[in-house]
Each structure stands twice: as structure tokens, then as C-alpha cells.
């Protein structure tokens, strides 16, 4: 009897202590006030649910440009947003650059650059802009920042959702002139195509590795490109809306046909027709401030090279000035050139 009474009296009292170890240890959970909101980390669509944080992970963003598209792509989205390091010390506007990432990337890519850029506008408190990180990624990959009526109207979602959001809920000088726009691969292609449509919504271009096509670029590229690019692409540039079951586009098979010929065109006009392009930019009457064109010449896309300096040739020839940089490595948007450039390209060329 005695014995049992003892063993109860142990059980207990471990059991206290087991409780009181948790409370204080790495198994409970930080107070509310303590948890940040890090690259990782995902928060509400609301600026004030991360108050006093610089790298907000927004979940919800809406995104009612996607409303009409055949895959049921989410109508909110996520949103990385890099805030100066004075935002929370000063009352003043900033401007905004935003950032659209690779094929099979997410938003968080230009989170690459935080350090550097941060680091260089704590040492330059009078260049400082805010750093957006957009979403392109759908259901079949990557959207290519267009409008189609199978994925939606990407490109709209961009120059009127996201901008709208971005200036209706943080410190922005809402202005084209203190609005860049940049990218990587098929987001350097999408900041490309928006640039030279939107002139009075961005003031600025700075592409990376650009998905552009020159002479035969659609070949090589085609023979290279998986399965999963090719559809995405496709669905982008060549949608079929009128296909009675998915997929609702349209991929070549290069035979020579009519019909065939008409869907080449499609894919060609995609990433080129760059000519047309610049004709059409030249008829606004807006004209961008500034552009800058960064490839690497060991990139492992061989018809990007070409294609970089075939798009800068015809801005040449039309009286566009830009700014054609070479950077070491391959298929990358992060190199050290590469972001220091991009961050005095922007405190140059930015209204601040």
C-alpha cells in the first residue's frame, strides 16, 4: 500500500514538471507579438496584419482580371512586398518597382535581393524604393504575363490589380515616373511586353535574360522546351477557346499545313513579332524613360543571346536608346553584375 502511494506521488510530480518544461520550452508557441512575417511566412492580404515588418508575404491579393479562364485559377493570389528600411521611421512616398519571375518560379525569387538592396539603401537613405515580387505561376506553369481567354487576363492582373493594390495600401508615389517594372526569363519577357504597351504606367524596363525571339528562335526553342512548357506557352499565346474538351490550345507540329502554318504564326508573335512591337510602341505618346537589357552569353537558352541583341538593334534603328549589358554565367537572374546594376538602374532612372 505504502509503495503505491509512493509510485502515484511520482507519477504526479513528473507530470508537473513534464507541463511546466513545455511552457518553457521550444515546444511553446512565441507570444503573437513576437512571430514575424519572413520570406517564408504568409500573412493575410492586409499591410497591417505585419505591422512594422519590412518583407511582407501578402496571401489574397485580389485578382479579378483572372475572373474569365478555363482552369479555375485562384481569384486571389500571394504578393511579396520589400519595404524600405525607413518606411516605418518617415511619413514619405516612395516609389515602386516591380519584379515578375521565371517559368517555374514564384514571387519570392527577387527575394534574392533583398540583402544587397536593403544593405545599399541603408547606406543611401535618399534612394530608397519599395521591391514587389509578383505572382505568375497558374495551373499549367507559368502564365507569360499575358491575357488569354483559356488563363485569364494576366497581363491586366499586373498593370490593373496589383498596381491599384500596391498604391491603395502602402506609401507609394503613384505616379509612371516612380514605377519600374522588371524581369527574368519569361517575367523578362512579360516586363518587356508591358513596358512597350504601358509607358504611361511604368517609366523604367530593366530585363533579365528576356524570353525574346530573333531569327529561328522558335525552333530552337521548341526542340528545347519540355512538355510542360510547350503546354503553358501554348495556352498563353496560342489558346483555342473553341475546342469542345481541354486543352484549349494549340501546339504545332510544324507540317507545312494551313492550318498549322496559322498556329506557327501564333507561337512566333509570342515571343516575337519584336518588330511590331516597337512599332507599336512608337505610336504612343508616351515613351519609357529608360531601358536596360542583361543576358549572359553562356546562357544554356542559345536563342536568348541573339534574341537580347536583335531587341536592342531594332531600338537602336527606331532611335530608342537602351542599354545592353553582358553578365557572367548562365540561364541566372541573381548574379552580382546583375543586381547591381538593377539597383542603379532604378535610383537612377526613378522619380524618388
Not at 61 to 74: H, I, K
Not at 93 to 118: K, M, Q, R, W
Not at 224 to 242: H, L, V
Not at 254 to 281: C, P, Q
Amino acid at each position: 500500500m505504502k509503495r503505491t502511494i509512493i509510485t502515484l506521488l511520482l507519477i504526479a510530480l513528473a507530470t508537473l514538471c513534464l507541463t511546466a518544461c513545455r511552457q518553457n520550452s521550444i515546444f511553446s508557441s512565441p507570444p503573437e507579438s513576437s512571430v514575424s512575417t519572413s520570406e517564408a511566412e504568409s500573412t493575410e492580404a492586409s499591410p497591417e496584419a505585419a505591422e512594422q515588418e519590412l518583407v511582407l508575404h501578402l496571401d489574397g491579393v485580389p485578382a479579378p482580371s483572372l475572373t474569365n479562364n478555363q482552369y479555375e485559377e485562384e481569384l486571389e493570389r500571394p504578393l511579396l512586398v520589400l519595404l524600405p528600411p525607413s518606411y516605418y521611421s518617415s511619413e514619405k512616398a516612395y516609389p515602386v518597382v516591380y519584379y515578375l519571375h521565371g517559368y517555374g518560379g514564384s514571387e519570392s525569387e527577387i527575394f534574392g535581393y533583398y540583402d544587397t538592396v536593403s544593405a545599399h539603401m541603408e547606406s543611401n537613405p535618399g534612394k530608397e524604393f519599395i521591391l514587389i515580387g509578383v505572382d505568375g505561376t497558374n495551373k499549367l506553369g507559368g502564365s507569360f504575363y499575358t491575357n488569354s481567354p483559356v488563363i485569364g487576363n494576366w497581363e491586366d492582373y499586373i498593370v490593373n490589380d496589383i498596381v491599384s493594390y500596391v498604391d491603395d495600401n502602402f506609401r507609394t508615389i503613384s505616379d509612371k515616373d516612380s514605377r519600374g517594372i522588371s524581369g527574368y526569363s519569361m517575367g523578362g519577357y512579360g516586363a518587356v511586353s508591358i513596358a512597350l504597351k504601358y509607358p504611361d504606367t511604368f517609366s523604367s524596363l530593366f530585363t533579365i535574360a528576356p524570353g525574346l525571339f530573333a531569327d529561328d528562335g522558335l525552333t530552337k526553342a521548341f526542340s528545347g522546351w519540355p512538355r510542360d512548357i510547350k503546354e503553358s506557352y501554348a495556352a498563353a499565346f496560342a489558346p483555342n477557346i473553341d475546342k469542345a474538351e481541354p486543352p484549349y490550345f494549340d501546339i504545332p507540329v510544324f507540317d507545312g499545313s494551313k492550318e498549322d502554318n496559322a498556329v506557327v504564326e501564333k507561337w512566333e508573335n509570342g515571343y516575337g513579332g519584336l518588330e511590331s512591337k516597337i512599332n507599336a510602341y512608337i505610336s504612343l505618346p508616351t515613351q519609357l524613360k529608360a531601358i536596360h537589357i542583361e543576358y549572359s552569353p553562356q546562357d544554356y537558352y542559345p536563342w536568348i543571346p541573339p534574341a537580347c541583341q536583335y531587341f536592342s538593334s531594332l531600338l537602336e534603328e527606331n532611335g530608342i536608346a537602351n542599354e545592353l549589358v553582358e553578365f557572367s554565367g548562365g540561364h541566372i537572374h541573381d548574379s552580382a553584375e546583375t543586381t547591381d546594376n538593377f539597383i542603379l538602374f532604378f535610383e537612377d532612372n526613378l522619380n524618388l
